[in-house]
């Protein structure tokens, strides 16, 4: 299976990511090579297999519903590159 | 005299209860000595932090709380384990100035033992997107034994502090190779622990079921106790085990007579440096004149490991990296529009290497995609984690080399993103089926520059890897020896 | 042609427990934004999540409680979209392993019941809140995080009335269970709708539209009607329909489309490699079971057979959980072993003053006893009817007892014969017409002469005692 840019260019937009044309050529070329390698997977007969979506041999990892002592806003916002009072604040929501 | 510096963290303990040494003088060894070579090697982040020998003042002493005692002895934390007080950027200008309000675990138990958090982080790869510590914001880190040299990655840093004597001690992480391959190239030891073993809570996740915090030490004693002491059940991690950690230490000494290691075929294939092939050939051979039995055994999946690997650590990463979108913390572009300033903020916040691997895992994961790719992953998965339940039947251990190669030179790489990933082709799938494996000095190409020994285990069984190391350890003079700076 | 309506209804439930799904902050409404957040639930890097015991149990005992099947293996998924309201930018949800599949929930709908099924209920976690504003949106995360239950309906709901009535249902059940406070204009619960139109008779389902942002059961009811008038006029001008999602304005009493955030297909679904696998055994589901409160439907059989009350009345007094404990303590008390009239009272006068005093039926605050008292003085044919009703609405607000109150009004039926004769002597002599008319059979003229004597007496004689004093009297 090969990817071409505009698979690229779409999937760059999924991970909210832009990419410079420059960037989307070279990239492109770059996980086309890349994606090429990872095909040998498809020579796997997997059909059979169970997938591991973890290999962990834990289950059922719970905690109590006792409440923990919170962060104060001016805290919980100390890292951020925009705020309003005690809001964090993004530019204008345009679909 | 030995400088303090040069120490290990065990000598340097038995010192300070002698009193032969003073928490004041072995960070004064540190400070002279950071000062005077990392301009070269550059494995630590934001010098401006470094305050001089003069203006050092420990805190009181004080006796850990969980039954070590580090204290007045300093260890170096690399940039993607949070630390309160301390700015932690994952070596990426999405991260620029995050101060997080809180610690890892791992710091946490430090902090109860009465460590010194050492108040520079070290060098990495973006995210530990590498095997080479080039893909830092801050620049490459070079390697002490050449410096035309990588130190390895993504745990460069670490790595290379430990080797130069700039760090006593230091912790690293491992995704793929991060902590080993690195010790491996800079010729020091480093642990990645069983998946579970260690608290994940803290650790900027790359790919979340894959990652595990490990030591980087200058001798396997040193690994042995800086592991003890971050070990352990985290109620803060899901994916913590609860189970008791042994005394580590207490496998330190014990003979290898009869232990039986499987080394895999297809670890000795093309591709393969055949200087490192002779060193660790020769390694192999060692450890059977200490008494164990070795044998060789087939992981047939093996070749599959690499590609799982690249989708499985991608497709997680792209998920666990959405959240750098300049909203909560970090780096943000300047946009009127929201889509727009979350396209700017992480185009021009991440580097080529992690854009390159989000975008992969984000392909991964896509509709249309996730079965050919992602699913298939999870099944090779299985796959690859049954090679080695079922050798480990049988064997104790597993040995290889820890990387086809010695330390490359900075830039050869890094042109080609695959070839690059192809550097990590032994230490994967130890992370694939999440059991531990150490890597320790072995020998030294004629070039000068370190080869490392991998000794692989069953989960949770960091003690049999811990005696085999030492034992080879005691044994042999690679430990000792020191790059010329 | 004739059209049918199909919709599926999307309920999103917060859980009251104490802490949020993933991490230990409090869940504290009204608070000061951001100030019940910490790494965890603010997305910080290198946090995790941990979920928490009771909103598992809690989650359970909804999917029992509509008769899902709980799944032996359930897992964590993510969903993958960028969203300020989001930290992580993506949300900690259940995509192909959810808790719980094919319930169902029977519902009364235009006095028939129905039985819905029900897909699914899975479990995920909450979203912070926006506000918008002319330059820039703001961001409180307090809300991030609540556990969240998603209970997805079958396509089986075949009219905007029948949707209304299924969240009835619905919410009552949630109420018994005590799981949540299932408050619509308060968002603790939210309902989204699908609905589409196939001609009568079709078997495979029209394009569907998608109906957010209403917010009371009224208004998904409102919302849906506008629908169906929407897509029939589409559907009969043969007008090309698209799959979109449309948002209730309630105001302009009208659907509007809306873009959506992402396609479904560009979630990006997959584990969730921070948090483990459960598995939940029957033994676990056997002891949740055994916890669980009666549900409106064990109760209305209940209150049927222990009472012998009819299927009508029964379900009125169970629809809520608190006014079914109320009803049960009243029946419990009154004396008598046929509760007709015990029950009449309530599902009667007693729930029209509660109506129209804006309260539930078991805040009205009256003293049962006294109540009771007050249906024994009409049972016993002491006061009429209408004046009981009076002294019930009189004893709502002077907490006065039902005696006093009669006693005030000077309310007491004469059943005195003697007295009764001399008014009912009168009556006939003003009367002489009715009264022969009477005699030659003429039975509607008894009633017309019962009236008079009632209204002689201001009310007080008692009815049927007249009736027999006439009719022995002119016979
Ligand atoms: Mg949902
Ligand atoms: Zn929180």
């Known amino acids: 299976m090969a990817i071409d840019k505009k698979t690229v260019e779409y999937v760059a937009h999924l991970a909210r990511i832009e990419l410079q044309p420059i960037e989307l050529e070279r990239l492109s070329l770059q996980l086309d090579d890349i994606i090429g390698f990872i095909d040998k997977l498809s020579c796997l007969d997997a059909e059979q297999i169970k997938s591991a979506s973890h290999i962990l041999p834990v289950c059922n990892v719970l905690r109590d519903d006792e409440p923990h002592i919170c962060l104060t806003p001016e805290k919980a916002l100390e890292n951020a590159p925009s705020k309003k009072g005690n809001f964090f604040s993004v530019p204008k929501i345009i679909e | ?485 | 042609m004739k059209y049918q309506t199909v919709i599926g209804l999307e309920v999103h439930l917060q859980l009251k427990t104490k802490t949020k799904a993933f991490c230990s902050c409090a869940i504290d409404f009204g608070k000061t934004p951001n100030s019940s957040c910490c790494p965890v639930c603010l997305g910080f890097p290198g946090t995790l999540p941990v979920y928490n015991k009771e909103a598992l149990n809690s989650a359970i005992k909804v999917a029992l409680a509509l008769d899902c099947q709980i799944q032996e293996h359930t897992k964590f998924d993510r969903k993958n979209y960028f969203y300020p309201d989001l930290p992580k930018n993506y949300q900690i949800s259940q995509f192909d392993l959810p808790l719980s599949k094919n319930g169902f929930l029977n519902i009364t709908t235009g006095g028939n019941s129905k039985r819905i099924g029900i897909t699914r209920v899975h479990l995920e976690e909450d979203a912070g809140k926006l506000i918008h504003e002319a330059d820039m949106s703001l961001v409180d995360f307090n809300r991030t995080g609540i556990p969240l239950l998603e209970i997805v309906s079958e396509p089986e709901i075949s009219s905007p009335q029948e949707a209304f009535d299924y969240l009835t249902s619905l919410k009552s059940i949630i109420e018994y269970l005590d799981v949540s406070d299932c408050d619509m204009e308060k968002g603790s619960l939210r309902c989204d709708a699908n609905i589409s139109l196939r001609p009568e008779g079709v078997k495979e389902l029209g394009i569907k539209t998608e109906l957010k942002n209403m917010n009371s059961f009224k208004g998904v009811k409102d919302a849906l009607t506008f629908e169906v008038i929407r897509q029939t006029e589409l559907l009969i001008n043969k007008s090309v329909m698209a799959q979109e999602t449309r948002s209730w304005d309630a105001e302009k009493g009208a659907t509007i489309s809306m873009r959506s955030k992402e396609g479904a297909k560009d979630y990006r679904y997959f584990p969730d490699p921070d948090l483990g696998a459960f598995i939940i055994d029957q033994g676990q589901i056997n002891n949740i079971k055994e916890l669980l409160p009666e549900l409106p439907q064990g109760k209305l059989k209940r209150f049927m057979i222990n009472y012998a009350l009819s299927e009508y009345d029964a379900r009125i007094l169970v629809s809520s959980k608190k006014d079914s404990e109320f009803a049960e303590e009243c029946l419990k008390q009154y004396p008598e072993k046929d509760k007709k009239h015990i029950v009449n009272w309530l599902i009667g006068p007693l729930m029209s003053e509660a109506h129209a005093r804006k309260i539930n039926l078991h805040e009205t605050g009256i003293d049962i006893l006294e109540l009771i008292n007050l249906i024994g003085f009409v049972a016993r044919e002491e006061i009429s009817h209408l004046s009981a009703k009076s002294v019930l609405s009189q004893m709502l607000d002077s907490k006065k007892s039902a005696l006093e109150l009669i006693n005030e009004n000077n309310l007491l039926q004469i059943s005195d014969t003697g007295e009764l004769e001399q008014i009912i002597l009168a009556v006939i002599q003003e009367n002489t017409k009715s009264a022969n008319d009477f005699k030659v059979g003429k039975t509607n003229a008894l009633m017309y002469l019962v009236g008079q004597v009632m209204k002689k007496s201001s009310g007080k004689a008692n009815p049927k005692t007249v009736q027999e004093l006439i009719r022995r009297r002119l016979t």
């Open chain 2, 1 to 485: 005299m030995t400088e303090l510096n040069h120490l290990t963290a065990h000598e340097l303990l038995d010192k300070l209860s002698k009193k032969e040494a003073t928490a004041q003088a072995i960070q004064g060894a540190l400070y002279t000595r950071i000062q005077k070579i990392d301009k070269k090697v550059k494995a630590y982040l934001r010098m401006d932090k470094l305050i001089s020998s003069e203006s050092i003042k420990t805190k009181a002493e004080e006796p850990g709380r969980n039954g070590f005692n580090l204290y007045g002895l300093p260890i170096s934390i690399k940039d993607n384990i949070c630390t309160q007080g301390f700015v932690t950027e994952c070596c990426s200008k999405i991260l620029q100035g995050f101060n997080p309000p809180y610690d890892a675990t791992v710091i946490n138990k430090l902090k109860e033992a009465s460590a010194e958090i050492f108040p520079l982080k070290t060098n990495m790869d973006e995210f530990a997107f590498g095997s080479s510590t080039e893909n830092s914001y801050f620049g490459a880190t070079h390697n002490p034994w050449n410096l035309d040299c990588v130190p390895g990655g993504s745990s460069g840093g670490s790595a290379a502090a430990v080797a130069s004597d700039e760090a006593i001690w230091a912790l690293g992480s491992d995704t793929g190779g991060s902590i080993r391959q690195p010790a491996s190239f800079c010729g020091v030891v480093g642990l990645k622990p069983t998946y579970g073993r260690v608290s994940r809570f803290g650790l900027i996740a790359f790919a979340s079921s894959l990652d595990q915090i490990g030591p980087i030490t200058k001798d396997v004693r040193d690994a042995a106790i800086l592991s003890q002491i971050i070990s352990g059940f985290d109620p803060k991690d899901s994916t913590s085990i609860n189970q008791p950690v042994p005394e580590y230490t207490k496998s330190l000494g014990l003979d290898i007579k009869g232990l039986k290691f499987g080394i895999p075929k297809e670890y000795f294939v093309e591709g393969m440096d055949a200087e490192v092939k002779i060193i660790i050939q020769e390694a192999i051979a060692k450890l059977n004149t200490l008494g164990a039995f070795s044998h060789q055994v087939s992981l047939p999946h093996t070749e599959y490991a690499v590609p799982v690997y690249y989708i499985i650590a991608t497709a997680e990463a792209s998920s666990n990296l959405a959240r750098f979108d300049g909203v909560q913390y970090g780096y943000r572009a300047k946009s009127d529009n929201l889509i727009q300033m979350y396209k700017k903020t992480r185009g021009e916040g991440f580097g080529d290497e992690a854009k390159r691997r989000i975008i992969l895992g984000t392909f991964a994961l896509s509709h249309g995609y996730y079965d050919a790719y992602y699913l298939r992953a999870l099944k090779a998965r299985t796959l690859i984690k049954q090679d080695f339940d079922k050798i480990f039947k049988d064997f104790d251990c597993i040995i290889t080399p820890t990387c086809p190669t010695a330390a490359f030179k900075i830039g050869e790489k890094t042109k080609d993103p695959l070839k690059m990933y192809l550097s990590d082709i032994y230490t994967i799938s130890v992370n694939l089926a999440g059991i531990p494996a150490i890597s320790i000095p072995c020998g030294f190409t004629k070039g000068g520059l370190p080869v490392g020994l991998q000794i692989m285990a069953k989960a949770f069984n960091e003690e049999v890897l811990f005696r085999v190391a030492h034992a080879y350890e005691q044994n042999t003079q690679w430990h000792k020896l020191k790059p010329k700076l």
